[in-house]
């Protein structure tokens, strides 16, 4: 109960750093980071490619010489069928991936950051959202610290 308290204020915590950006980097550090955050985004698609299909192939060479010795029917019906998929997943995502980037970058990651450059009230709102999320954090740390 008290590591699960500790994760939740640590978290809690985390996540108010975020609502706190606009006014702790400024303008010119928030367009900066909107730039950084596009590049990221269109690189996003192959990066996941890249991590599952390489998280696949090294499970599998793991399971290669179980799957050899052992025979099995299913156990080849696994390997390939996961194959497949990866394969199919990796074309999806080729395929889509400037859907993909388009769709995120328009409706998401431009708007916020916009309207936090804009808008000077819902920056100030987002601070708001901070210190709250902040105290909370603190008060569940807290009370873990009690209770252990």
Known sequence: ????????????QYFAFFFAVPELFGKERLVQFNNWIIKAVKMAPGILIAIFTTAVGISFSFWAPYLYKSGERWMYILYFSCVILTMLMAILIAVFNKKIVKYSTEKAVNPILNRLLVDKNYSMRALKYAAVLYSLGLMVLIVATILS
């Open 1 to 12: 109960m008290v590591k699960l308290l500790l994760i939740v204020g640590m978290c809690l």
